[in-house]
């Protein structure tokens, strides 16, 4: 058996998941240098929440960081993480503006783009996996990973099998809520490597405490490429930490080879920030803790502290549990989507509103609507038809691919911001935060020509010649 690589994810979902992606790339740049020189297959540096947080908490150029990165990087593949027709924000947007994203973060230095959705819906992965091949990047399809009646070891080998066929060359199981076990997992790897030819990567969280054991499963059922930390930003809701995984692994025939020495030199830069950032109050210490809720309930754990937020803004936290429970029911009642990103928002908060009313969709927001009507695409089952009824009453539900319903953008957004743009690059940041952009042009140009921000506005924002 081929030794097992390793994707590290410090640069990403490390700090995404621990510090609310606010590492700043100066802090990244002085270690770049010795974590190309680890051994890693890849490291995963961009996409998830990186560009919405460099814009609108950092005054960073997200592109910029990319183009930073790659300069530093120069035997190690760059991976960023893409939420297939929601790009990186939090709608479906148009074929263009989705060709034209992927196309110039290839430029700008990504080698692998995994992409997935929401709803595990192929179809709205298949723009995305196209231009990548197109363009001769790596493309990895990601289902994301839950666990209900219907979500069999079953049905993830067949959604594996279509990815494969769509061109992905490489999968991965995208376990956003830590709700892998070890034996499943084990189960699951090895069904999937009896009929799938190409790599299986394994991404989960460490939040239930199983993560390593779960790693060290899928490794031994034949999983390809697994997802670690390092661990100064290692476990609790971010990933197993990569240092014990390299040591476990050690002169068994899954040996990772990495360098340990660098890898404890990469370890030691990153206390010191870590430990900034709990001074600061940004990791709180809760984070690092195992959360047995996960598994009970099979909620992600920023799921649950959304849901705690609520309902005590609605001082009603006397109805955690009867929301908790109310919970699977609204998942059911939708086609049991897997809850991440925006399907656990969407989950969560009609859980809220059913159990705050006293009664099941008395209130019902649009983002309900919306993914009833099928404008976020195919769940895994079909929704039923009284359910349908009470939602959207005797609207049709689409059966298109969603973008397929959306007007091309691309043009109209370049139209709209021609005198900020400073670079290509700058559009797709307008088309996906319109408004951050624009606050985040703002300060570049006054930064740059030492004008006071506040005296600018959007209307007469020009750059001084």
Request: hydrophobic letters at 40%; charged letters at 30%; aromatic letters at 6%.
């Amino acid at each position: 058996m081929a030794k097992v690589k390793i994707t590290e994810t410090v640069l990403r979902d490390g700090h995404q998941s621990l510090i609310a992606t606010r590492m700043k790339t100066e802090e990244m740049l002085p270690i770049l240098e010795t974590m190309d020189q680890v051994g890693y297959h890849a490291l995963e540096m961009w996409g998830g929440a990186t560009f919405d947080a460099c814009l609108r908490f950092l005054n960073e150029d997200p592109w910029e960081r990319l183009r930073t990165i790659r300069k530093n990087i120069k035997n190690t593949k760059l991976q960023m993480l893409l939420r297939g027709q929601n790009l990186l924000g939090y709608k479906h947007y148009a074929d263009d503006v989705v060709e034209e994203f992927v196309k110039k973060a290839l430029a700008n230095g990504i080698d692998i783009i995994r992409v997935f959705d929401a709803l595990n819906d192929p179809r709205n992965l298949s723009m995305a996996i196209e231009t990548i091949k197109k363009e001769g990047g790596i493309a990895q399809a990601a289902m994301s990973y839950t666990i209900s009646p219907v979500h069999t070891n079953e049905v993830f080998t067949n959604l594996a099998l279509e990815f494969q066929d769509m061109g992905a060359d490489s999968i991965c199981i995208k376990d956003m809520a830590g709700l892998l076990d070890p034996y499943n997992t084990y189960t699951l790897v090895k069904e999937m490597k009896k009929k799938v030819k190409v790599p299986i990567e394994i991404h989960t969280h460490a939040t239930s405490g199983l993560g390593s054991m779960t790693l060290l499963k899928a490794v031994e059922a034949g999983a390809d490429i697994i997802d670690t930390a390092i661990s100064p930003f290692g476990e609790g809701t971010s990933q197993p930490s990569t240092e014990p995984m390299v040591a476990a692994l050690r002169g068994t025939e899954w040996d990772t080879g990495l360098d340990m020495d660098k890898l404890n030199e990469v370890a030691e830069y990153f206390k010191p920030i870590r430990e900034k950032y709990i001074s600061e109050g940004l990791l709180d210490p809760k984070l690092m803790g195992v959360d047995i809720n996960t598994l009970i309930y099979q909620v992600p754990g920023g799921m649950l502290s959304n849901l705690v937020s609520q309902l005590k803004q609605q001082n009603a936290m006397d109805k955690f549990e009867e929301v908790l429970k109310e919970v699977p029911r609204v998942r059911e009642d939708l086609g049991y989507p897997p809850l991440v990103t925006p399907t656990s928002q969407i989950v969560g908060t009609q859980a809220v509103l059913n159990v705050l009313a006293g009664e099941r969709y008395k209130m019902i927001p649009n983002e309900v609507k919306q993914l009833v009507r099928g404008m976020y695409g195919k769940t895994t089952v079909p929704i039923k038809e009284e359910i349908v009824k009470k939602i959207i009453g005797d609207e049709k539900q689409i059966t298109v691919r969603p973008a397929d319903l959306i007007e091309p953008e691309l043009e109209k957004t370049k139209k709209e911001i021609a005198k900020y743009v400073e670079q290509d690059e700058d559009v797709l940041t307008r088309a996906m935060f319109p408004q951050p952009a624009i606050e985040f042009f703002k300060y570049r140009n006054a930064k740059r020509y030492k004008i006071d921000e506040s005296l600018l506005n959007e209307e007469d924002m020009v750059y001084p010649v």
